[in-house]
């Protein structure tokens, strides 16, 4: 387009010798634009979409696996809904597994993560807080040690703390679980940033001087004030806890005790769907497997979906440092 | 000395004892706040994270009679033939996973700034759903997708000329295979953190260099990159440490692959192996503390230089 245009204006210029016509530079100089624009913005939509093939494609699939029978998996379309019958019948032979241990490990998983999630709030927001706002000999230290433990990779703790708990006869116990779980220093580095940053010490200096006490400082003024790092918190620890797989893996021995992710494991290695010698659970062919994911996943889902906006906001929070 | 000039400087400013014995009253009372407050937190600090490190490097330097043998569990280790092995195949696959989500994941949140607000935040919905599925669901779905015979792409598996499941899943495959699984589960929520990242730089400033002419690319690459760094290295912090940790992956792909991707694929399996299956605990502390130190070491070096944790 520009080769064409560059000509065009040299002929005019040449035939008249007056100064070419004002209108017809931008005009063109803005066509070209235009055309750059428009190209470039429908690559951009081709790589967008592309992207949302690749995240979006699995998550459908699965949603439809269960409505089909193992046979109607292989040979029809893959985006087409089976039929409810069919995903009633998928229900029904995933539920009947093991006498509903699949509704036992759902019960499971909700049991550790909740209580995990409520030993980790009403312990790291008040870190948080006392790391930002208070001054106290080693509070520097406990800091440095969190960031390290945050990073650190978790499961590396998982063998060590094993042998811990087994020396604890705590083996095989809901505690075994819950307590791990519930130390959770990355809960500790948002609340932290969360109260570093976004609450003004003066604002604190203030109400002590209307008599508040430090607790009741933190209870009337800073808590009110943390509403989104204690979604942030929880969202995150909540996810953790529900999706972690080898702290049970380890500590938890029998079937009834397990969590669904480690429900899930089990599923796949003892039943024909990957492993066609498989000898248990012959009803659970590939859209049950695929049922049980969906319902392992389901939790999380809906929080994802209900607290878009207070993530995204939290996320901003610190994001929003200096 | 040190009393003496502190009874000096007291005489010299003639400040009534009390008020100082009121000043420190004061502040220990604030630090005995500050205390009561990390307090519960300390505790399950100590007790789920201090503890069971020094309890592992206590294993990792003693026998299974409790004496101690240096470093003797460490060369044990590192001698055993699936050592080497387990850290090539953690090695190739953290270099395709953080490179793929550095770029990626920078890319797209950059692309998806400041255009169509609606299409944008939809987009970064789509791209951070799959975070749900992060654990096992993740792994069992991806099998699914690689499995020519169900894959939605079966088309494209068969394209790439891969008619079973068994010819994907071959071990060489393994680091694109983990790659791609864990960049579809974590790729959004930090393209969500980016985006809200590049929402915090000034409108002033990218206006002021639109205005001394720079075009989108000179903006990304000098001021929207630069200031986004912290979050970059932050990111490559935690996803380092999350992939140098692997063990549900390989072993959930391990179990569906019947024995052609070995048991002791990653270093944190071998530890696991260890520890389960040859009841040598030491052994399997002495690993665990390898991975801790190779941790540590990385994020030591990224906290200093990035900037991020200069918070105070």
Not at chain 1, 155 to 160: T, Y
Not at chain 2, 96 to 103: C, D, E, F, P, S
Request: proline content about 6%; some cysteine; glycine content about 8%.
């Amino acid at each position: 387009m520009r080769a064409m245009s560059v000509p065009a204006r040299t002929k005019t210029g040449t035939a008249v010798p007056a100064p070419p016509p004002r209108g017809r530079r931008p005009r063109e100089g803005w066509s070209v634009r235009r055309a750059r624009v428009a190209t470039a913005r429908s690559l951009l939509l081709v790589i967008f979409a592309l992207f949302a093939a690749f995240f979006l494609i699995p998550v459908i699939w699965l949603l439809l696996a269960p409505t089909k029978t193992d046979n109607a998996l292989v040979q029809s379309n893959p985006f087409t809904f089976g039929s409810l019958h069919e995903l009633g019948l998928t229900w029904h032979y995933l539920v009947t597994f093991e006498n509903g241990a699949m509704l036992l490990w759902l019960r499971n998983s909700a049991v550790y993560s909740f209580g995990a999630l409520a030993i980790t709030l009403v312990t790291a927001i008040p870190a948080g807080y006392g790391l930002a706002l208070t001054e106290f000999r080693g509070r520097r230290l406990l800091l440095a040690v969190t960031l390290v433990v945050m990073i650190m990779p978790a499961s590396a703790l998982v063998l060590p703390l094993f042998l811990e708990i087994n020396a604890a006869h705590l083996i095989g116990t809901i505690w075994s679980v819950i307590l791990p779980m519930s130390f959770y220093p990355f809960g500790v580095y948002l609340a932290y940033i969360y109260f570093s940053s976004t609450i003004p010490r003066d604002l604190l200096a203030a109400a002590r001087l209307d008599g508040c006490s430090e607790w009741g400082v933190f209870r009337h003024v800073a808590v009110p004030l943390a509403r989104p790092v204690v979604a942030l918190v929880a969202f995150f620890s909540f996810v953790a806890n529900w999706n972690n797989f080898f702290l049970p893996f380890v500590m938890l021995p029998s079937s009834n005790q397990y969590p669904v992710q480690v429900g899930l494991e089990n599923l796949l290695s003892s039943t024909p769907s990957f492993n066609p010698a498989a000898g248990a659970g012959l009803d659970i062919t590939r859209p049950e497997l695929a049922l049980a994911m969906v319902l392992a996943i389901a939790p999380v889902l809906v929080v994802f979906l209900f607290s878009q906006r207070a993530l995204v906001s939290g996320m901003l929070a610190g994001a929003t440092k200096e | 000395m040190a009393a003496e000039t502190a009874a000096a400087r007291g005489r010299l400013t003639r400040r009534p004892r009390r008020d100082r014995g009121g000043d420190r009253a004061r502040s220990t009372l604030r630090a005995r706040h500050g205390y009561a407050f990390v307090g519960a937190y300390l505790v399950l600090l100590i007790a789920f994270g201090v503890l069971p490190t020094g309890y592992a490097i206590y294993l990792a330097l003693t026998n299974s009679t409790g004496q101690l043998v240096g470093l003797g569990n460490f060369t044990a280790v590192a001698h055993d033939f699936r050592f080497a092995p387990a850290f090539e195949h953690i090695a190739v696959y953290l270099v395709i996973w953080l490179v793929a989500l550095v770029v990626l994941v920078v890319g797209l949140a950059l692309l998806l700034h400041g255009r169509m607000r609606r299409t944008a935040a939809t987009l970064r919905f789509v791209y951070y759903l799959p975070g749900a599925l992060a654990g096992v669901a993740g792994v069992l779905v991806w099998l699914f997708m690689l499995d020519p015979t169900v894959s939605p792409v079966g088309w494209l598996l068969n394209g790439l000329g891969f008619t079973s499941f068994a010819q994907v899943i071959v071990p060489a495959h393994l680091p694109v295979v983990l790659a791609l699984m864990a960049f579809w589960t974590g790729a959004g929520g930090w393209i969500v953190i980016m985006y809200g990242a590049l929402n915090n730089i000034p409108d002033d400033l990218i206006e002021a260099a639109r205005i001394d002419g720079a075009g989108p690319f000179q903006i990304a690459r000098r001021i929207q990159i630069p200031m986004l760094r912290k979050w970059i290295a932050y990111m490559v912090i935690l996803a380092f440490a999350t992939g140098s940790q692997l063990f549900v992956e390989p072993q959930l792909v391990g179990e569906a692959s019947l024995g052609a991707v070995s048991n002791s694929w990653s270093p944190n399996q071998l530890a696991y192996l260890y520890a389960f299956q040859a009841n040598n605990f030491n052994s399997a502390a002495a690993l665990s503390v390898d991975l801790l130190v190779l941790g540590l070491v990385c994020a030591a070096i990224i906290v200093t230089r990035s900037g991020l944790f200069d918070v105070e």
